[in-house]
């Protein structure tokens, strides 16, 4: 097996986001990167965070819970994966922000689960786009109606929203799913509601982030270019 350069890994794809920002106007700052660090053993994620990054994405409470409790350096820690409604108490006050927020059950447990620590959470809320069986998410249909319901939650912020697109090999196929997010994300900031700031948009992956930075990401997720195959 051939090892993997973290580090390197790391600085390359920090190159090609701040590219990316700069052909479109942005500000490289302006962009995060989550290093997607699941089925990837802890010494890893040490390595990223030697070579500067603090921010990570788990995708399974239970790895996601290990992986906090067993990193010793100071790291920023986002659940990405779906979420069971049964599992959320795992997280309660381990995790900066969730970014699978699909469904109002799940909003107000989160909710129930941060009160009790008496912190509010960041969340966003995850739009299938694409209408995939296979991927949570809800509808663009039904975007507007669950963020109104989520907004009354005293303990949630909703910070922006999330996609996962159809996969395809070709950036572009991609891209018009990214720009929808940003339409809808324009479309919920209209509504000027409490607790709500289309601040971020996660999306973007380790093969089509550049497209994703264009259409207005501020969150990619990125797993396997910085990691290898898992």
């Known amino acids: 097996m051939i090892a993997v350069d973290i ?5 390359l794809i920090r190159q090609q986001i701040a590219s990316a920002c700069i052909n479109c106007g942005r500000r490289p700052e302006d962009v995060r990167l989550v ?12 390595a990223a965070i030697a070579a500067g990054q603090t921010l990570f994405g788990e995708s399974y409470v239970q790895e ?5 409790d067993t990193v010793e350096s100071a790291a920023e820690w986002h659940f990405i994966g779906g979420l069971q409604s049964n599992k959320v108490k795992y997280l309660a006050g381990k995790v ?5 927020v699909d469904r109002l059950s799940l909003a107000k447990e989160i909710d129930r689960q941060w009160r009790k620590l008496n912190s509010g959470v960041d969340i966003l809320i995850q739009v299938n786009l694409g209408e995939e069986e ?3 998410g809800t509808t663009a249909d039904e975007l507007l109606a669950l963020v109104s ?17 159809p996969w395809h090999e070709d950036p ?3 891209r018009p799913y990214f720009r929808q997010l940003k339409e809808l994300a324009e479309q919920v900031q209209a509504l000027g509601l409490p607790n709500v700031n289309m ?19 501020t969150m990619v997720r990125i797993g396997t270019a910085i990691f290898g195959a898992r």
């Open 7 to 11: 580090a390197a890994n790391i600085a």
């Open 35 to 46: 290093a997607v660090s699941k089925k990837k053993p802890a010494t890893d994620i040490e």
């Open 64 to 68: 996601c819970v290990a992986k906090i």
């Open 96 to 100: 900066a922000m969730i970014h699978s």
């Open 134 to 136: 296979t991927k949570s």
């Open 149 to 165: 319901k989520v907004a009354r939650l005293e303990y949630l912020r909703i910070r922006g929203l999330m996609t996962l697109p």
């Open 172 to 174: 572009e196929a991609v």
């Open 199 to 217: 601040a971020e948009l996660s999306m973007g992956m380790s093969h089509d982030f550049a497209a994703a930075i264009e259409e207005g990401a």
